[in-house]
């Protein structure tokens, strides 16, 4: 078990950036993750072949497993042994993983983790009613918590569905493009991981002053992280972004450098061009393609960008001013480093 816990942990460490500076909030956190993985495949198994091959085939992809790592390093605060913790996690990636199928069949999405997508291999029908079985399974976990947790985890799953809906919808009558945006981002990532280091304080027995503070740390460094994402599509040289750099100018994907390159009143040559090209919408044109992208990285809307996540992980960083300095804060902490500094 110390293996596939220190396994977990790297990974943890590789994919989001949290530093483990303390030995034995490592092997903690690897422990919690390594549990995790052997229940969510139980979890996940129906009586039904079809059902659980489909169904385990993102759980067997792998992933970040970003929320039940934040459930792990919350219920750090407190007592992490507490039975409870484990299930906490299961809820809250059975929630994720359910999105990402439901996430691939509107996108039509042939690939997901470097595999092919359930809604290619099994299409969309099969897809759609493997999220739901996965949303019906995360349910069943929470009631084993409690009311407190169900009542958590529904609130959760809606606003997960108004930002979707948000997304699709477009701006209300009247709403301005960004606060739009900012909407989508907090419901569909900011509200899951607030739920996740929500759960870790709660079943670990920590203050509910600490609980609380522990949420709004998740919803912001989820926003954060989000944020930087999209930052690192234009920024990245590589696919370190997880696709090729661009993709969302490709695609005419509105993100937060784009939305401030398009409100600017900067007349400067190189700011009226970068506008011209982002009004057309998507950029499939392979040489206006690179020049917008030249463009935006030099802009000063990408450095107001940066600023922005950075203030978000500011925050973040503020909002754990009420826990204990304990090691679990400082790995919290090193996320929020992480994060300012990957895009620049």
């Known amino acids: 078990m110390i293996g596939v816990a ?20 490592e092997a903690g956190v690897g422990s919690i993750l390594a549990a995790v993985e052997d229940e969510l495949r139980q979890t996940v198994t129906s009586a039904d072949p079809l059902v659980s091959a489909a169904a385990r085939h993102l759980v067997d992809a792998g992933g970040k497993r970003f929320r039940p790592l934040l459930v792990a390093l919350a219920a750090h605060f407190g007592e992490p042994s507490a039975s409870e913790v484990v299930k906490a996690a299961i809820v809250v990636e059975l929630t994720h993983l359910a999105t990402l199928y439901h996430d691939d069949v509107q996108d039509e999405a042939p690939v997901r983790r470097g595999a092919p997508s359930v809604n290619s291999r099994w299409g969309n ?12 399974r995360a349910a069943s976990a929470a009631a084993e918590l ?43 990532t900011g509200s899951l991981i607030a739920t996740s280091a929500r759960f870790g304080g709660m079943f670990a027995g920590v203050t509910p002053e600490q609980v609380a503070a522990l949420a709004e740390y998740g919803e912001t460094i989820g926003i954060a992280f989000q944020l930087s994402d999209d930052l690192l599509d234009i920024a990245s040289e590589s696919e370190q972004s997880g696709k090729t750099p661009g993709t969302d100018l490709r695609e005419g994907v509105p993100t937060l450098p784009v939305l401030y390159a398009l409100a ?29 992208l030249g463009l935006l990285r030099t802009s000063s809307a990408f450095k107001q960008a940066r600023e922005t996540v950075r203030s978000y992980t500011e ?8 826990l204990p300095d304990v090691p679990a804060r400082r790995a919290l902490e090193s ?5 300012a500094e990957r895009t620049g």
């Open 146 to 188: 409690g009311p407190e947790a169900v009542r958590i985890q529904a609130e959760t799953f809606a606003r997960l569905v108004h930002g979707q809906i948000a997304e699709t919808s477009g701006p209300r009558d009247g709403e301005e493009k960004l606060h739009h945006y900012l909407r989508v981002i907090e419901q569909k």
């Open 335 to 339: 996320l929020c480093d992480f994060i």
């Open 6 to 25: 220190g396994t977990e942990t790297e990974q943890a460490r590789a994919s989001v950036g949290i530093q483990f500076a303390d030995a034995g909030l």
């Open 264 to 292: 600017s009143d900067e007349t400067d040559e190189a700011a009226v061009r970068l506008r011209q090209l982002l009004a057309t919408g998507p950029i499939t044109d392979d040489a206006l393609h690179a020049e917008a």
């Open 125 to 136: 029908v099969v897809a759609i009613l493997t999220g739901d079985f996965l949303f019906s």
């Open 315 to 322: 925050r973040a960083r503020s909002s754990l001013s009420v």
